[in-house]
């Protein structure tokens, strides 16, 4: 049975392995998959939309589509901080129930692209019976003796998050 653990374990980090955008949220990093990145963009003009959740800081107009835009510091629940020269939106594609879905992200700075090898790469850790969610998180990489902890895009901004509070 151990044997079959390891192998899924195995597996599913095997099929992480590959290229990922790194950004950092205050003092931690992260990456998303680089084919969930469409591009990435400064802080343009955002317009709020009423009755959404705090996380959602509202709407931007590129190029001519609207795309609702995720603050992940507050996402996160961290401190919210004014935006400057190295804030950023990254603009990703998610699956949502009717096909794919353009949201932005605000991250404090983009870092790189960097290619993580499987031998490099952990599953979520296990926080010993404590109610940590990790269904957001797809790995743990170890690069240059730190950690990156690699989302699950997908999972942290669900289409139920881009609902109004009414419709759910």
């Known amino acids: 049975m151990a044997d079959n653990v390891e192998d899924t374990l195995g597996s599913s980090v095997d099929s992480l392995a590959g290229k990922y955008l790194t950004f950092s949220l205050g ?19 955002i317009t709020a939309v009423p009755h959404t959740a705090d ?23 961290m401190e919210a901080r004014d935006y400057n020269d190295r804030t950023c939106i990254v603009v990703v594609e998610i699956q949502g129930d009717e096909g794919p879905v353009m949201v932005g992200l605000v991250v404090d700075s983009v870092s790189e692209v960097m290619n993580v090898d499987r031998e490099n790469i952990e599953p979520p850790p296990s926080f010993g ?24 895009v997908d999972r942290v901004i669900g289409v139920a998050d881009l609902e109004e509070p009414g419709d759910r």
């Open 27 to 45: 003092d931690e990093e992260y990456g998303i998959d680089i084919l969930k990145v469409r591009e990435i963009i400064g802080v343009l003009e």
């Open 55 to 77: 996380y959602i800081r509202g709407v931007i107009n590129l190029r001519g589509r609207v795309i609702p835009v995720i603050d992940l510091r507050i996402k996160f629940g």
């Open 129 to 152: 019976g404590h109610a940590v969610d990790v269904e957001n998180i797809m790995g743990m990489a170890k690069v240059d003796g730190e950690v990156r902890i690699l989302l699950n």
